[in-house]
Structure formats: structure tokens, C-alpha cells
């Protein structure tokens, strides 16, 4: 079920009156129902599916269980945990990762002469939000190992943080010690909470619905023909796909969120306007947070994070940017864009800067930026927007064919939309909507945060009828991220 479609239109609502009206009085009851709606919800795409999420669930329960009981035995604790990634990283590897494995060997031996595609071929069907939840449990195994957590032994509870609709399918990816503990104790509804829910909701549907989707034709139109644009087509479609993608996931971020406010549950942010970036440092601090700390918890810091050599920090970072492009998809496009992040990331660390602007935001003191800011905002957006031709194109050929082209073919030529509206209409948008996130740019989670009731009631209004301008229910796009 798709946040922006008709069907979520109805569904929301009459969950959220059920949730406090008719079930409100019992937690345990409560959760039921949240997992009976949170099941509904993703078996609306395949039911089939749903015995996936619920086997992920009934593992990590008991393992969790298991690595508690023998959390004085390492060695028995650590085959545990063994267990419980062996499960999930299994069943990841073979829904997400069996074609693109598959299709390797083949090439593999195509180049070498040999056809044996006619004999042996693979396609498995991608379950949506796996990578997601997958990684959701095993971080409850990994706290429980490390000791910074003790298991649920309420199962509906632990079923219910599995599963919990809002951000089941993309995140953000939680860690038990914040959503179980949420989802096991009793909630109550509170009007500034529902109403800081709606107002983020509101705005991750513009997001979605007013950037991504307005600008995913001209995206999929350039990168489709990039062979017969110029260079200054190419340069403007991977930059309309940074704020495509952006809309996109952080909209989608932004729903799920104000989402889980309405059943009284607070995620965590999980986009901080990464566009603000300074250096690419600064980016994964803001950028896709939930998956960044969940990498650098589980992944980083085990393997010596920076408190070893320069050399063995450089390589955990090289290792960290590789797993995070693998995990986004099965392609080498994604592996060579975490490879690239991994180079553009590299430099800032060796010069200690890597977490120079972890507190603080472009412009701190003042309106607006100071030049030099807008320097490292410009350059840091022009890496992290050249990384993407990897991660938009379907292959590396295309990719490198398409920087191919802008090197080769700097000419400019004034595009035209696929559909034959006016381009400027869509600049001016972009400028208005990159002006307005600079204003609101110290807190993520209140994005009409102005004073002026007047002004609010402006912005709530010109919102929806934007976006009651743009939707089309019959061409609703997917959200990006549910490929992953």
C-alpha cells in the first residue's frame, strides 16, 4: 500500500479511530491490532510475503532469547548471534542478491566464450522493505549480545516493533531500545503530538508527490536518451535526480514518521537536509541516518571504527561505503557508488574534519551562509550529484557512457519537458522549495514551525493545493527506496 494513494486515504484513518477509540483501553489489544494493520498493509502488495516477515520475527525472538540466556558464555552467546544473522542475511542474500549473483557468473563465462544463459537462469522476486526489516531484528540480536539491551519476552509486543507499518517498508530502520520500548508500554493520545504527525505527513506528501514525482518523467526521460542530449541536458537530469531522490526517500521518511506520532510512537529523524552539506562527512551525518548508524554501530565500531591505525580506518571506511552501496541494490552501479563516496569520504577523515559540523548547520549565527559555506554546500551537492549517475543508470556501461557524453559533447541546448510543460515552472519550484528548507533548516521535525498563524494557514493551503494540483492517482509512482 502506497502512502500516496487512495487506498491509504481510507486506511490511515480508520486505523487511527480504531487504534484510540475502540482499542485503547488494552495494550496488549492495541498492539494486536497494530499488527493486524501493519500485516494488512504490506500483504497489500503480496501476501505471499507475509510468512517472510513473520519467520524473520519468530527467529530473532527466540535467538534473542537464547543469546540472553547464555550472555556469560560468549562463545555459545556469539554462536547465537551467528544464527540469527546467518537467517537473515540468508534470506536477504537469496531474494535481493541470487539474480545479480547468478547474472555475474554468466557474464563471467560469456567473457570467456562460453553462452550458458539458455541453460541456467534465476529470477526471484525482490519482496519489498526486506532489507529493512532484516536489518531491524538483527540490530535486536546485536544489542542483546553487546548488552545494551534485554529481550521482550511479550511476542506480541516484539511481532508488533517488527512490523510496525509506518516504517516497515523503508525505514527509518529502529533499534529496539527506542520503538519496542515504545510499543510495550501504554500510550496516550496527545493533541500536539497527532498534530506535529499530520503537519509532517503534509509535508513528506508534497515532497513525494510535488518534487519526486513532478520531476521523475524529465529524470527517466534524460537518462532513457542520454546518448542523443547534449552535456547540459545530462548535468541537468542527474541534478534533478538529487532532488528527486531526495523528495522521494525524505518524503517518504517524513510520512512515516508523522505516522507513527498519530499512534503516539516518535521514530527517529532520519533526514537532516543533506543538502545544507558541507563536506561529505557532514552528508551521512544527515543523509539516510537510521541506515548510516546502524553501519557504523554493527559494522564500524566492531571492526575497530578509528581507534586503530590511519591505515586500518581508511580500510574499515572503504569497507563500510561497499557494504552500504551493496546493500542498496544488486548491481555493480551501487557497489562503485559507495566506492566513490568511500574516495570523497576519505580525505575529509585523514584531515579531521570528519566530524567538524556534526552540531551545527549552514548559517548557525547568522541568516544567511557565509561564502565560504556556500562554496563547500556547492561542491559537496556536485560530488555527492556525480556519484548518482552510478546510482540512477542501469548499468556501468551507461553510466560511464553518460559521463562519456558530457565530456565529449559540452555543448548546451534549452531542454523541453517530455510532456510539453514549461521548464521554468519547474526551476522556480525548485528554488522556492531549496529557500523554504534553508529557512526550516535547524528542525527537521517541524517543517511550519513560523510563528504567524496567518503565514501557517498560507503555507497549509498553498501545500495542498499543490498537491491537489499534481496527484494523479493513475499514475502514482512507487517511492524509490521500496526497491531496496
Not at 138 to 150: H, N
Request: glycine share 6%.
Amino acid at each position: 500500500m502506497l502512502f500516496n494513494s487512495i487506498e491509504f486515504l481510507f486506511f490511515l484513518p480508520l486505523v487511527f479511530g480504531l487504534y484510540w477509540f475502540v482499542f485503547k483501553q488494552n495494550v496488549r489489544v492495541q498492539n494486536i491490532f497494530l499488527i493486524f494493520a501493519s500485516y494488512l498493509f504490506y500483504g497489500w502488495w503480496d501476501w505471499r510475503f507475509l510468512l517472510l516477515i513473520f519467520l524473520s520475527t519468530l527467529v530473532d525472538f527466540f535467538v534473542g532469547q537464547r543469546i540472553y540466556k547464555n550472555i556469560d558464555d560468549r562463545k555459545k552467546a556469539r554462536y547465537w548471534l551467528w544464527a540469527s544473522m546467518a537467517f537473515n542475511i540468508g534470506m536477504l542474500g537469496f531474494f535481493k542478491y541470487s539474480n545479480f549473483f547468478v547474472d555475474s557468473f554468466i557474464d563471467m563465462f560469456h567473457a570467456i566464450g562460453y553462452d550458458i544463459k539458455s541453460t541456467w537462469t534465476l529470477k526471484v522476486i525482490l519482496p519489498v522493505g526486506i532489507s529493512f526489516y532484516t536489518f531491524q531484528t538483527m540490530s535486536y540480536s546485536f544489542d542483546i549480545y553487546y548488552k545494551k539491551l534485554t529481550p521482550s519476552k511479550n511476542f506480541i509486543a516484539f511481532t508488533a516493533f517488527v512490523s510496525f507499518f509506518p516504517q516497515l517498508v523503508a525505514g527509518p530502520i529502529e533499534r529496539a531500545s527506542n520503538l519496542l520500548s515504545q510499543i510495550i508500554n501504554r500510550r496516550s493520545f496527545s493533541y500536539v503530538q497527532a498534530s506535529g504527525g499530520i503537519k509532517l505527513i503534509l509535508w513528506g506528501l508534497f515532497k513525494k508527490m510535488v518534487i519526486a514525482d513532478s520531476l521523475a518523467p524529465i529524470v527517466d526521460d534524460i537518462f532513457a536518451n542520454y546518448g542523443t542530449y547534449p552535456a547540459s541536458t545530462l548535468i541537468l537530469g542527474v541534478c534533478l535526480f538529487s532532488f528527486q531522490v531526495y523528495g522521494d526517500f525524505s518524503g517518504y521518511s517524513d510520512i512515516a514518521i508523522g505516522t507513527a506520532k498519530l499512534f503516539g510512537i516518535e521514530l527517529m529523524s532520519n533526514f537532516k537536509f543533506p543538502n545544507f552539506s558541507r563536506n561529505v562527512a557532514e552528508y551521512w551525518q544527515r543523509w539516510h541516518v537510521s541506515l548510516s548508524t546502524w553501519f557504523r554501530h554493527y559494522l564500524y565500531i566492531p571492526m575497530g571504527g578509528s581507534r586503530v591505525s590511519k591505515a586500518k580506518s581508511v580500510r574499515n571506511i572503504i569497507v563500510i561505503f561497499l557494504v552500504s552501496g551493496f546493500w542498496h541494490g544488486a548491481n555493480w552501479t551501487f557497489i562503485f557508488w559507495g566506492g566513490l563516496h568511500a574516495l570523497f569520504y576519505i580525505p575529509v577523515f585523514l584531515m579531521g574534519r570528519n566530524r567538524m559540523y556534526a552540531n551545527n548547520v549552514v548559517g548557525e549565527k547568522s541568516l544567511f551562509p557565509t561564502p565560504v559555506e556556500i562554496l563547500q554546500v556547492l561542491l559537496t551537492f556536485a560530488l555527492v550529484t556525480f556519484s548518482r549517475i552510478f546510482f540512477r543508470s542501469p548499468s556501468l556501461t551507461d553510466s560511464f557512457q553518460y559521463m562519456n557524453r558530457i565530456a565529449t559533447n559540452f555543448t548546451y541546448e534549452p531542454y523541453a519537458h517530455p510532456m510539453g510543460y514549461r521548464m521554468l515552472d519547474f526551476y522556480i519550484l525548485l528554488a522556492l522549495f531549496v529557500v523554504y528548507e534553508y529557512l526550516i533548516r535547524k528542525d527537521e521535525r517541524n517543517p511550519f514551525k513560523f510563528k504567524s498563524k496567518i503565514v501557517r494557514f498560507l503555507l497549509y493551503t498553498a501545500v495542498i493545493l499543490t498537491m491537489l494540483l499534481f496527484f494523479d492517482d493513475g499514475v502514482n509512482r512507487s517511492f524509490i527506496y521500496f526497491q531496496f
